[in-house]
């Protein structure tokens, strides 16, 4: 289930969270001017609404240009920058609610078009934000009744689920065969994060932009741009199993 930034709905990363970049770039598609929600409830903390324009030399702070630092009742503190200038809409040490808009999506500071840039920070570091744009999926286990109890099937089937384990305990991909269409799945079902980048990289599969277009093509994923919603349908296939190998 999805937690949205955009008032507009249709967020796409245009830069992912890595080690040099601890934050993602959000545009809303077709490239519509949107304005900004709150992820959580809290209590802005910083507010930095005078800078009029783009500025490619700035250091420091003022890279963010306009910006709202939030600590979310969560804990956590959620910081939006690059904001259009006279668009800030709430004030340092006021409470607001969840799904508040708080500005407009801008290119003010060091950024190169309009854009949201998005840090969330827990504790000391800086996790990656799609964390909070994703609830935890739930699944549930279907128990059905076995009245005769096949043994040697039962055997059969714990050696192929101790050969799965072992995959995945070495970070390699597990490709789940059907034998009746010989279709093939990727499976990454220890991955608890939000990220369909990193779940693929974890089991050494190719996570670039062009290998998850064809992805989401092979699975049904039409007219793919890389937009939360895409990225999270290939990810809840990836972690239920049911993702279709190239």
Not at 142 to 162: F, M, V
Not at 195 to 205: C, G, M, N, P, T
């Amino acid at each position: 289930m999805l937690q949205h930034v955009l008032t507009s709905m249709n967020e796409i990363i245009t830069n992912d969270y890595s080690s040099s970049h601890k934050a993602i770039d959000i545009v809303s598609q077709n490239n519509e001017n949107s304005d900004i929600i709150s992820l959580e409830d809290g209590t802005v903390e910083t507010v930095v609404s005078n800078v009029k324009s783009t500025n490619h030399n700035s250091k420091g702070l003022a890279t963010y240009g306009n910006f709202i630092k939030i600590k979310q009742t969560n804990g956590k503190t959620a910081l939006y920058a690059h904001l259009k200038y006279g668009s800030i809409k709430v004030n340092k040490g006021q409470y607001i609610n969840k799904g508040t808009i708080i500005g407009t999506m801008g290119d003010t500071g060091n950024a190169y078009g309009k854009h949201l840039h998005l840090e969330i920070k827990n504790g000391n570091n800086k996790e990656n934000p799609i964390i909070s744009l994703n609830e935890p999926i739930k699944t549930e286990i279907k128990k059905e009744e076995i009245t005769e109890p096949n043994i040697n099937q039962e055997k059969q089937n714990n050696t192929i689920q101790e050969k799965q384990e072992n995959i995945i305990n070495q970070k390699q991909p597990v490709i789940v065969n059907e034998n009746l269409n010989n279709i093939q799945y990727l499976e990454n079902k220890n991955y608890k994060y939000g990220s369909i980048v990193d779940a693929l990289k974890e089991i050494k599969v190719d996570s670039s932009y062009n290998y998850r277009k064809q992805l989401a093509n092979q699975n049904g994923i039409r007219n793919y741009h890389g937009t939360y919603q895409q990225n999270v349908k290939l990810l809840n296939l990836l972690k239920t199993g049911k993702l279709k190998k190239i």
